[in-house]
């Protein structure tokens, strides 16, 4: 039986990464964040407050923090099973993120293959079937087939499937 090949995102797909960023937005500088959560956390700060966040992403605890989006990880150890399952995560803007990230995917997910995580730039490189991203950018180049997570960043996106949470996606595999 073939496996299908199925890469998916990160942060603001497995991980709740949004929810963390308003988080530290409200307790650093009392920003109502939660209040405005369908505008991106950038428009919310002052640029000095932007040049903070951009430090504390950049020193990278901060992804090994993450709460993980609800059934995520319960519908990941199922598709593992089926199908040759990749988490494709961007990490060359923030690269000191990656040892984190490594250690929230062991902590989180301890059925994962840590031969299936995949650091990378731009993700057409992977050669998967599907890449479930809430980053529409990423399927451009892609020979796959992009599925978008739903966030409100990518509400105007008509291109491509889309899946609204994990529910969505076990359905659809
Ligand atoms: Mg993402």
Redesign the pocket.
């Known amino acids: 039986m073939d496996r299908t090949r199925i890469g998916f ?5 497995i991980c709740d ?1 949004y929810g963390s960023l308003r988080l530290w937005a409200e307790t650093s500088y009392d920003i109502p964040a939660h209040e405005k959560r369908d505008m991106p956390i950038q428009s919310l700060l002052t640029d000095s407050q932007n040049q903070k966040m951009v430090e504390m992403l950049n020193e990278g605890s901060f992804f090994a923090t993450l709460d993980a989006l609800p059934k995520a990880i319960d519908v990941l150890e199922t598709l593992v099973k089926k199908h040759d399952v990749f988490i494709v995560t961007a990490a060359m803007e923030h690269p000191a993120c990656m040892s984190h990230k490594f250690k929230w995917i062991s902590e989180h997910l301890p059925f994962f293959n840590p031969l299936n995580i995949v650091f990378c730039g731009e993700k057409y490189v992977t050669d998967v079937d599907y890449l479930i ?3 529409p950018r990423h399927f451009e180049r892609l020979r796959g087939q992009g599925i978008v997570f739903s966030a409100p960043k990518n509400r105007d996106e008509k291109r491509y499937k889309r899946v609204d949470n994990w529910d969505d996606v076990a359905a659809f595999f």
Do not use: A, G
């Open positions: 995102d990160m942060d603001d797909v990464t991203d809430d980053t």
